[in-house]
């Protein structure tokens, strides 16, 4: 299985008056985000559809994406932060073909390391790819990681 795992956009800084989950893009995380959906668009993407946490910038984000590859989306509220393997593995099979999936630190690098054994930086707007073999401790292999500045700066020249 090819596994695409995106952490979502730049987003506002916490604060104690507004819950986790309401935290948004920076405006500056949108036009990232939105110049990185056309370089993944350019990617010719074999995902089914984009799925997302239900925090709003992680919906925020899979919206941006979809739009441009012109995929479905979907949430579910296990992708929150914090989520394991084992619930990751539980909402990958509703779907017949792997999509997309946008979601938080520090899920994605403790997945990332569990079925690759690869500590790896992953700022917002990262997109990590995975070849599942088996879903287990290293029964995957990091196949990419792409950076976002990298998908950024392509995404600018494509217009």
């Given at each position: 299985m090819q596994l695409y795992l995106m952490r979502h956009g730049n987003a506002e800084p916490g604060t104690r008056h507004?819950?986790?989950?309401e935290r948004a893009l920076t405006p500056e995380g949108h036009v990232q985000v939105e110049q990185q959906a056309r370089a993944l668009a350019q990617l010719r993407p074999t995902w089914g559809s984009v799925v997302s946490s239900t925090y709003v910038r992680a919906r925020q984000t899979r919206d941006v994406?979809?739009?441009?590859?012109g995929l479905k989306t979907h949430?579910?509220?296990v992708l929150?932060?914090?989520c394991s393997l084992d619930d990751l593995e539980e909402v990958l099979q509703g779907f017949e073909t792997p999509p997309l999936v946008v979601f938080h630190q520090p899920s994605i690098g403790q997945i990332t390391f569990e079925l690759t054994g690869g500590?790896?930086?992953i700022p917002p707007g990262t997109v990590i790819h995975i070849d599942?073999?088996?879903w287990r401790k290293n029964g995957g292999m990091l196949t990419a990681i792409y950076p976002p500045e990298s998908l950024a700066v392509l995404g600018r020249a494509i217009r």
């Open positions: 507004r819950p986790d989950a994406v979809a739009r441009a590859v949430q579910d509220a929150r932060p914090g500590r790896v930086a599942v073999i088996q």
